[in-house]
């Protein structure tokens, strides 16, 4: 993809040059077994593309309620106390991630606009190791996510190379779509909070008693496979005035989208696949929601919520 034109968000909180490694231990990264939560997190919360992996309650997703229970190794100041570069960082993996974000920005803006809406761009914070936000302690090896709370992302660019090197999601200069594939899909949280999506989906699921209920993991889906669709909005209409998408981009977001599945997952972690604990949705599903986005290019097509929405 083409981003050398993109105009770059200053909506960033850089705090990667201040890390103290904090998640260096516990074998890192993403091969967790599921549901162990052996981990020790102190928190979680998570709208994030694997959180779930790490044993995340899943009720605990959507409103960024978080389950802080004191210092756990990993604990760092939080954010407010830490030093941080506001602004565009200026090495390219910054660079990437504030010109995705200022590319959303103006897409999301104009979108909203043509609904009468005001849209209200998110902060986003680049971190190392883990950080205190209000959503609790974000840690690397969560991947990215989003804080309905605070309304900001959270990403440790570390999960660009893992995309590649541990998921095999992409290849080359392709991953940077997927990378930017998975930036919007947060950004898609963020849209969903603006639209009030998110609220209604937790009430839905604490009136379905919560928790790990199959009905609740049901609808975490729902709101995720719908964050999947929103990236693929952003990239149509992005491109429309762009034209930055280039041969082997949407065959790699698709390979990233397929790799980050449910069902991917959890063969990967522990072998076998439980539908009913699938909180983001399987890798068909999420190729298939990116896609219908990408195609369409327009937010009412997004509709994974609708009884008819064959998900
Ligand atoms: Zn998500």
Not at 300 to 309: E, L, P, Q, R, V
Request: net charge neutral.
């Amino acid at each position: 993809m083409r981003w050398d034109d993109f105009r770059r968000s200053d909506n960033i909180d850089d705090y990667r040059g201040d890390s103290g490694g904090g998640f260096g231990g516990g074998g890192g990264g993403f091969g967790f077994p599921i549901g162990g939560g052996g981990l020790g997190l102190g928190t979680v919360v998570v709208l994030g593309i694997i959180g779930y992996a790490l044993g995340i309650d899943p009720s605990v997703l959507i409103g960024g309620a978080e389950i802080l229970t004191g210092n756990r190794p990993g604990y760092q100041q939080p954010y407010q106390e830490r030093r941080s570069t506001r602004g565009a960082p200026t090495d390219k993996t910054g660079q990437f991630v504030a010109a995705i974000l200022g590319n959303t920005e103006d897409t999301w803006k104009a979108v909203f606009a043509a609904n009468n809406r005001q849209y209200r761009a998110p902060r986003l914070v680049l971190f190392n190791g883990a950080i205190q936000g209000g959503c609790g302690m974000a840690q690397a090896a969560m991947g990215p996510f989003y804080c309905p709370n605070d309304q900001r992302i959270y990403i440790d660019t570390a999960f660009f190379q893992e995309i590649e090197r541990r998921f095999r999601g992409c290849t080359g200069k392709a991953c940077e779509f997927s990378q930017a594939y998975v930036l919007a899909h947060e950004v898609g949280h963020h849209v969903q909070n603006q639209f009030g999506t998110l609220s209604q989906a937790r009430r839905q699921q604490e009136s379905f008693g919560g928790a790990r209920s199959p009905q609740s993991n049901a609808i975490q889906v729902r709101v995720e496979l719908q964050a999947d669709c929103y990236a693929g909005v952003w990239a149509a209409r992005s491109n429309e005035k762009w034209k930055f998408i280039e041969p082997g981009d949407v065959e790699a977001a698709m390979q990233t989208a397929a790799a980050i599945g449910d069902d991917t997952l959890q063969k990967r972690a522990q072998g076998r696949v439980v539908p009913d604990s699938f909180t983001h949705g399987s890798a068909a599903q999420r190729q298939r929601w990116f896609n219908v986005g990408l195609k369409e290019g327009r937010v009412a097509a997004c509709d994974t919520f609708a009884a008819s929405a064959q998900l």
